[in-house]
């Protein structure tokens, strides 16, 4: 039996990791920033390894980190294309990356973005960050006989 219309429509997921923030303070850890090289390397190592961890189970689509500066562009009119210096949101609200996983079940990918969480940080904690969990919207199945 195949999968059904929940199942479908809730198997990709998009985790995002914001620089600061959440819904709540989780610590007062300092931010990356504030963190030695070694510290630095040790939780890129451990995202490398989430990651191909999630790669040999089929459950890792892609992921990224991103840069903290970023432009804004709008349609402003034929030919003009406005660009304005960026990001102006708080720094609360800009994302550091972001990865796609594809998974079997929403619990599944609570389970996923909780142990991300855990990612160490400064002097080898785990951060207990906040990530953000997406569900990617897919076009309703195509009934065919």
């Given at each position: 039996?195949?999968?059904?219309?929940?199942?479908?429509?809730?198997?990709?997921?998009?985790?995002?990791?914001?620089?600061?923030?959440?819904?709540?303070?989780?610590?007062?850890?300092?931010?990356?920033?504030?963190?030695?090289?070694?510290?630095?390397?040790?939780?890129?190592?451990y995202m490398?390894?989430?990651?191909?961890?999630?790669?040999?189970?089929?459950?890792?689509?892609?992921?990224?980190?991103?840069?903290?500066?970023?432009?804004f562009?709008?349609?402003?009119?034929?030919?003009?294309?406005?660009?304005?210096?960026?990001?102006?949101?708080?720094?609360?609200d800009?994302?550091?990356g972001?990865?796609?996983?594809?998974?079997?079940?929403?619990?599944?990918?609570?389970?996923?973005?909780?142990?991300?969480?855990?990612?160490?940080?400064?002097?080898?904690?785990?951060?207990?960050?906040?990530?953000?969990?997406?569900?990617?919207?897919?076009?309703?199945?195509?009934?065919?006989?």
């Amino acid at each position: 039996m195949g999968r059904t219309l929940h199942e479908e429509t809730l198997m990709k997921y998009l985790l995002l990791k914001h620089y600061r923030g959440g819904p709540t303070p989780v610590s007062d850890m300092p931010m990356i920033d504030k963190w030695t090289p070694e510290e630095i390397s040790a939780h890129v190592h451990y995202m490398q390894e989430f990651a191909a961890k999630l790669q040999e189970s089929g459950e890792y689509v892609d992921g990224q980190a991103l840069a903290p500066e970023g432009t804004f562009v709008r349609y402003d009119g034929e030919g003009r294309p406005p660009v304005t210096d960026g990001p102006f949101a708080e720094t609360k609200d800009l994302i550091a990356g972001w990865m796609v996983i594809d998974v079997d079940s929403y619990e599944r990918a609570l389970e996923l973005a909780a142990e991300l969480s855990a990612a160490p940080g400064q002097g080898g904690k785990p951060i207990h960050e906040w990530l953000e969990l997406r569900p990617f919207l897919t076009a309703p199945p195509t009934i065919t006989e």
